[in-house]
C-alpha cells in the first residue's frame, strides 16, 4: 500500500516574513518573481503564543501581532516604492513545519537566510535550510542586503525569453 501526497499549486509566490532584513529582501524579491510570473504573492509568518513556559496576557492576540508584522514588513520593504498586491497568511505552528505544510500550495517558496545556527547554518538559517531540505515546491533561499552572498533587485533580470537571471 503506497500513500500520496496531494499536491496542489495554486499561482501563488509565499514568502516567509518574520522582520529581519533577510525576509524584508525575500519579501523585494518575491514580489519581482510573482510580478514575473503572474502569480499573487503571498507574506506567511507563523506565531507561538507560548514560547519559554512564560504565558502572555490575557490581551495579547498573537495571530493579530503576526499579521500586523507582515503588513509592517511590508511597508518597511517597499517604502518610498510602489505597494504591492499581497495575501497575508498568519498561522500557529513551527515556522519551518507550517512553511513546509504550505508549500504544497505554492508555485515557490521564498525564504530569507538568517544564519545563526552554528556551523551548519553558516549559509542557511535553520528554517531556510528545513525549508529548501523538504519543501513541496521549489524554494528560493535569500541573503539580507550587504551580506556576502546578497544581491539587489537590479541584479534579478529578465531576459528577452522570461527566464530569470540571478
Known sequence: MTTETQIVKTGRVM???DGSPASLEALRVGRRLAGLSGDRLVGV???QPFRHGVLP???AHPEEFAEDLVSNCV???FRGGVMPEIDIVAVEGDPADSLIALSREASLLVVGSR???GLSGVLLGSVSNACAAHALCPVLVVHAPGSVAAFSESDLLADRAG???L
Open 45 to 47: 509568518t507563523a506565531w
Open 163 to 165: 527566464a530569470v537571471t
Open 115 to 117: 544564519g545563526h545556527a
Open 15 to 17: 514568502v516567509a516574513v
Open 57 to 59: 496576557p490575557a490581551s
Open 75 to 77: 511597508i518597511a520593504a
